[in-house]
């Protein structure tokens, strides 16, 4: 069953969203060379406690801290420590999340720390950026979950290929509905897998969150003995984009977006919702 939320809900949500972004910038603006992945979580956690919401990741499974912290060939689900400094020409994916009122909001980006990243890096993380948004694009009256999955793998199998021969489009793991609860029916695979048919109709008050993971080259990770830390089977580095939206009578709002995603959903056609809280 697909939980699907009134447009005061969304609202509740769209205040969730804003305390990630505002998480999402703070943290990218600590990323720098000498600083630890604890720093960063001490950062997020800071921004929860002002803005008077909670951290949905500390506890989820027994998950140790505030955020996720996935550096170079980590994919996702890295737990901070002071253990691990960031150095010029590391690539870290930042994933956060918020309760507010009960209700939650989760997303990621990709950050380069310091300078001296390879061009491929920079297509990389701007592909998984962009192929999120052809994701979100698609996330319209009358299509289907399906329609989704097949922009994203769309998009990433249209770009030419970076030096290391390949994308991998991870399969382990992928997007999933958001709401009273952090993970909800329904699973979004960042492919087209024929045997799992189109899914459920997409409807005003579908919230999902919308996170493609792509490597430079396997689709297969491993997680680590820490039972958490997920890295690719070859080594190769990976990005991780995500945003939590709401399809709304009026369109898709990027809920974890500061402008509701208006800007960039404006480049591909699309007109975000307006913004209940602007
Ligand atoms: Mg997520």
Redesign the pocket.
Same mark, same amino acid.
């Given at each position: 069953m697909v939980e699907i939320k009134s447009p005061e809900q969304i609202a509740k949500m769209r205040a969730a969203g804003l305390v990630v972004a505002e998480i999402h910038r703070r943290c990218a603006e600590a990323a720098v060379p000498g600083a630890s992945t604890k720093d960063l979580d001490d950062v997020a956690a800071t921004v929860l406690a002002e803005r008077d919401a909670k951290p949905n990741f500390l506890g989820y499974g027994g998950f140790p801290a505030t955020i996720c912290t996935s550096v170079n060939d980590v994919v996702v689900h890295g737990i901070p420590g002071r253990e691990t400094v960031l150095k010029a020409g590391d690539l870290i994916s930042i994933?956060a %999340?918020a309760i507010v009122d009960g209700w939650h909001a989760?997303a990621?980006l990709t950050v380069f720390v310091g300078d001296g990243h390879p061009e491929q890096l920079h297509e990389l993380s701007r592909v998984t950026e962009e192929s999120l948004w052809a994701g979100i694009a698609a996330m319209r009256k009358g299509n289907r979950l399906v329609d989704i999955s097949k922009a994203i793998e769309g998009y990433i199998r249209r770009q030419p290929l970076p030096a290391s021969g390949k994308y991998g489009i991870i399969e382990s793991y992928g %997007?999933?509905g958001?709401g009273t609860e952090?993970?909800m029916d329904p699973h979004l695979l960042n492919y087209v897998d024929r045997r799992r048919g189109r899914g459920p109709r997409l409807i005003p008050g579908f919230c999902l969150?919308i996170?493609p993971m792509v490597s430079l080259g396997t689709a297969k990770t491993h997680v680590l003995a820490d039972e958490w830390t997920v890295k690719t089977n070859d080594g190769t580095w990976a990005s991780h984009w995500?945003h939590s939206v709401a399809l709304t009578e009026e369109g898709p709002l990027v809920l974890t977006a500061q402008d509701g995603g208006r800007a960039k959903l404006a480049e591909l056609g699309v007109t975000a919702a307006p913004d209940p809280l602007a």
């Open positions: 994933d %999340g989760d990621a %997007g999933h958001i952090m993970h969150a996170e995500e």
